[in-house]
């Protein structure tokens, strides 16, 4: 998941949310964890390269939560799950893996109306071999100000 689509899931949960977050009362708590196919989604990376998703699930997770003084805390991960790929490098016929994590994380106060908001993508992507080929590394972060910090290690970019 791209840093875009975290801070977009991340200010659903603050409006209240849909999809993964659910209110309390409906979930039975806080936490919601959803398990999502994700074959057919690409890694975009530098010279044109591409690693197209041919396998595996993402567990998606997200909690969110209200403290007494009206604050809300969300944070949520992705992890792939046995996910496969193949690359556009004609006659290449290697299945590569794709392991790592992303992160996102905020605090909100509606009394203040400010909030601070961070995320981390960190990917390889595995040879048949075991080394990395090519990888996602993407941290991000907004202070209450609204000002952002964006950083790309990287040489791809996560799907979306």
Not at 111 to 133: E, K, M, R, W, Y
Not at 135 to 152: A, K, L
Request: charged fraction near 10%; hydrophobic fraction near 35%; charge should be negative.
């Amino acid at each position: 998941m791209g840093t875009v689509k975290k801070i977009a899931l991340g200010l659903a949960a603050v409006a209240g949310g849909v999809g993964l977050v659910a209110s309390p009362a409906s979930a039975g708590g806080p936490g919601q964890r959803q398990t999502i196919p994700v074959a057919g989604a690409v890694f975009s990376c530098d010279n044109g390269l591409a690693f197209t998703v041919t396998g595996g699930t993402i567990t998606a997770s997200i909690h969110d939560s209200f403290d007494p003084n009206g604050g809300e805390h969300v944070t949520g991960t992705t992890v792939p799950n046995q996910v496969t790929a193949s690359s556009n490098i004609p006659g290449d016929t290697s299945v590569y893996r794709i392991v790592g994590a992303d992160w996102f994380g905020g605090n909100f106060s509606a009394t203040q109306q400010t909030g601070v908001f961070s995320a981390t993508d960190h990917f390889q992507i595995v040879a048949p071999s075991g080394g990395t080929v090519a990888n996602v590394s993407e941290v991000f972060h907004m202070n209450r100000d609204g000002t952002v910090i964006s950083h790309d290690f990287g040489n791809c970019t996560t799907p979306g």
